[in-house]
């Protein structure tokens, strides 16, 4: 499992392709596949998933959705954003340019590992999101979720009580 960012940018060459470290692809692909799928939603940034990680997340977020009118055009808003993509013989992939220029991908990207995905950023966007954690307010929302989590063990701790059974908070 593969978390965090990836030490160097990654470059794409004239053809909008890049090699994926090896250590990034034996991480992703399972053991002949060779297709992942790339997209891009919210984020300035294009996820990367294999075929696994990409039936989990479409399944975790159509969970959440449901089924009126609105929820089924927001699925196929999704599944619309993903294309699949192949490695070639040296590993590369190549990026469609309407996903790059989606994501606002020039020539650089930064590759950041998460347990479900891959997140390739321009490296511009990147620097931005960096900036705006300097300055401090990611740092108070940062805060805000370990407050929240302190709070969440500590209402555990007191329902389960020290012998492992419940106790009845008292209001």
Known sequence: MLQGRWPNPLTLDAKNRFALPARVRDGLLEKDAKE??????QEPCLYLHNEVQHHRFLDRTFRHLGETRESRKLKTYI???FVPVNTDSQGRI???QL???????????????QDSRIELWPTEELDRLEAEAQS??????LERVFAEEQ????????????TGEGEVPSR
């Open 36 to 41: 992942l799928m790339v997209g891009v939603l």
């Open 79 to 81: 599944i619309s954003r």
């Open 94 to 96: 190549t990026i469609p």
């Open 99 to 113: 996903l790059l220029e989606r994501a606002g991908i020039k020539k650089e990207v930064v590759l950041l590992a």
């Open 136 to 141: 401090g307010s990611l740092d108070d929302a």
């Open 151 to 162: 709070e969440e063990q500590r209402l555990l701790r007191r329902a389960v009580g020290p």
